[in-house]
């Protein structure tokens, strides 16, 4: 029974992860954390911040909506929403997720040879400490004492209270509906205007240096993240970028670290000192623009 259990409890998560990467905006079932409308506007601001070849007829390259981009935010929000051993989804457990082939002995699983599971769909526990801090950043302080800390750090940055995820998303939604009614009447929504007329939208100031900046950045994260928490669906993030994905535990081989460069060699006539005196200046940090506060960063 023992064993039976095991089995159950690892096989669970595995249709998690089928059931995240397969919803869409249009599914009318429940989301883990979004409504209906909310999953639909999230995804369509997504598709704006990082647009493919549906949401541009000039972008050749995948986008948001082909990596799915929503389902990862609506799993981040609503991590807490799943009861164990689905959930709390924030961590997948470890160590290998099968994707370069069965780890070697004593890892190696019982059943068909070369056959591996994904650990990294199983959920990680979770401390006390960490179901705090993460529920705080999420839910925000809710004025539990426990969470009182947030408040605390944010009015010292002049806030008057700390915002968690959850919120923002929520108002967020809002004020893209309220900005898309006051720009582009009759419209009463976001997601009935057109690429375009969102992206006006998205431009407009008091939006972008707040919760467009926030929802872009969670966008790359399920744009490039592995496709275990919900987006990067059949790792088309990851296949634009050249990143073949994990290798553990296979690692390296020693062919791999053997072989020749392919690539011709850098010379020394070829180095920018210009673009190299630039880059080091960027480890220490390029401050964010309101305009475009995707570009920079915290640096080193």
Known sequence: MAGMGAAVLSALPVGLVDAVTGRRAEAAEAHYFFDAHQYATVD????????GPED??????????EANVVAYVDLLLGAFNLPAPL?????????????AGPPPWPFDEPGPRGVYGDDFARSAPLSASQVLSWRTLLEGTRGLPERRWAD?????????RFVGLQETYVN????????AAQ?????KSFVELSGPEQDLVINRPDLLAGFVATAFQNACEGMYGAPEYGGNRNRVGWTYI?????????????????????????????VDLTRLRSAARALGGVPRSAVRPWIGGRGL
């Open 183 to 187: 720009m582009f009447p009759p419209a």
């Open 152 to 160: 605390v750090a944010a009015q010292a940055g002049g806030a008057a």
């Open 242 to 270: 050249g990143f073949p994905g994990d290798s553990q535990p296979r690692g390296y081989t020693a062919a791999d670290m053997l072989a020749p460069d392919t690539g011709p060699p850098i010379t020394a006539a070829a």
């Open 44 to 51: 369509a601001l997504c598709r704006r911040l990082i647009p």
């Open 87 to 99: 959930g709390p989804r924030i961590w997948g457990a470890g160590p290998f997720s099968g994707r």
């Open 172 to 179: 967020g939604v809002v004020q893209l509906d309220q900005a």
């Open 56 to 65: 541009d007829p000039t972008e050749p390259d995948p986008g948001a909506g």
